[in-house]
């Protein structure tokens, strides 16, 4: 049986979602506790795809096959007991077994917490990005706008090795709002690149700093040139808010429900 | 010369405000620092009271003796320059060679933050207290009133060995309030025993939750027994807010100032 699960973390004490040898990571964390249910058969954990080092999650989607025959709400149950206190799971529903967490995803929504006041906030510097200056919030839209659709955000995307893969993503919603002191960035697109949010943030940042013009955007994503963009913002702003995925993927037939 | 500082820390990594044989102290991490300003010879730091591991502040103030000629605005930038960032000096100001920072208190303010929702916030678990019933804010209100004026607070300090000692305290203002899903209490008072506002908030959260009424308060401070008010909140939820000097005590006189 395939389970699908919506979780939660504060990703500051995680050295991000995927297993690497050395640190506590969200994947390890659960597949550990997984694999303690299973007593001791290693249950494998697969993401809608991986957050960095310090960035939190309030929708991430995980899924993972088992042989337990243990109602959705126990399963529920249990893993919270079993879990640490900064990673929680929100639900957990069975899906067809040809369903894929990473595969058959939609949508993404990523929002980016800025606060932008005079003082730091010391009980949240591990939840937003702190920015001293004034920021243009009419000048941040105005650019953000440029970004909607689809486009090559090869200077979006953190430098690696793959430079043939495919850097076109699809944004189909921006929207940048204040909520007293917080600038809050809320995007959605089909998929996002490595550190693309970070980028797009640390870029329009420097927009409502009044560094840069909001039109400059035009010209950065047609550079293909990760240079041309502004320095990757902090990761302890940004939450993976939501995936989405296609209703008819997540709904199990009734030949399914047979098996 | 004596120096009188407002400090804020988050009291998550912090095993309390006092100096102690083994763990990270807020004392301790400031006079590490001090120390090191000061060529290796130690800098004893005194504190308006203590806080317990766990516990914020906001407005702790704290004063040392220092032969260093700095002014205070360079004494700010290079303390926090120094100092891990769950710790922070807010202002720095210099006082009368006789001014104590805990001798000469006038009052103290505490406010206790409670998340009274369907669903714990895993961002701010370290940040309040989440209570899961609806709380009955108007008999919270009713009965924080006889906390006020002096009383024998025996039923709201931790038990200790010192039990001769004075346990009357004076609370000059007590208010709850909710905005949003937060249920804050705020205590003034001119002085407060240990676990005393910890105590309160929880016989407060009783009562709230319609397990006890709120003129039980009253039976509760005439008996003196600890065993009579409620569990201890835990401390996540309680900040030093602000501690108040009497004016006299903080000014350099003319003949101060000559020194």
Redesign the interface.
């Known amino acids: 049986m395939r389970l699908k699960a919506i979780i ?3 990703g500051t004490f995680f050295s991000g979602y995927q297993v690497q040898p050395k640190g506590r990571t969200v994947q390890g964390v659960i597949e550990k506790v997984l694999t303690k249910m299973h007593k001791g058969n290693h249950v494998r954990v697969t993401g809608s795809g991986r957050t960095d080092k310090g960035v ?1 999650a309030l929708g991430q989607v995980i899924h993972f096959d088992t042989e337990l025959e243990i109602p959705p709400e126990n399963w529920l149950r249990a893993l919270n007991t079993m879990l640490p ?4 799971f929100v639900s957990i529903t069975d899906v067809p077994d040809d369903f894929h967490v990473r595969y058959d995803v939609s949508e993404k929504e990523y929002r980016y917490y800025i606060l932008n006041s005079k003082e ?1 906030d ?2 949240r ?1 591990h ?1 937003t990005h702190f920015v001293k200056g004034d920021l243009d919030l009419g000048a941040m839209s105005k650019a953000s706008q440029h970004f909607l659709g689809s486009h090559d955000f090869t200077s979006f995307c953190s430098a690696n090795n793959d430079v043939k893969a495919d850097k076109v993503r699809t944004i189909t919603d921006i929207a940048i709002e204040q909520e007293e002191e917080n600038i809050i960035l809320r995007v959605k697109g089909t998929g996002f690149l490595y550190n693309m949010v970070r980028i797009i943030v640390g870029t329009l940042i420097d927009i409502g700093l009044g560094n840069r013009e909001p039109e400059e955007i035009i010209e950065i994503i047609a550079a293909r040139d990760r240079s041309k963009a502004s320095k990757t913002a902090p990761p302890q702003g940004l939450y993976l808010w939501e995936v989405s995925y296609n209703k008819k993927s997540t709904e199990r037939s009734p030949s399914d429900e047979m098996n």
Chains 1, 2 share one sequence.
């Open positions: 939660r973390y504060d939190h206190d900064d990673l929680e730091k010391l009980f510097r939840y």
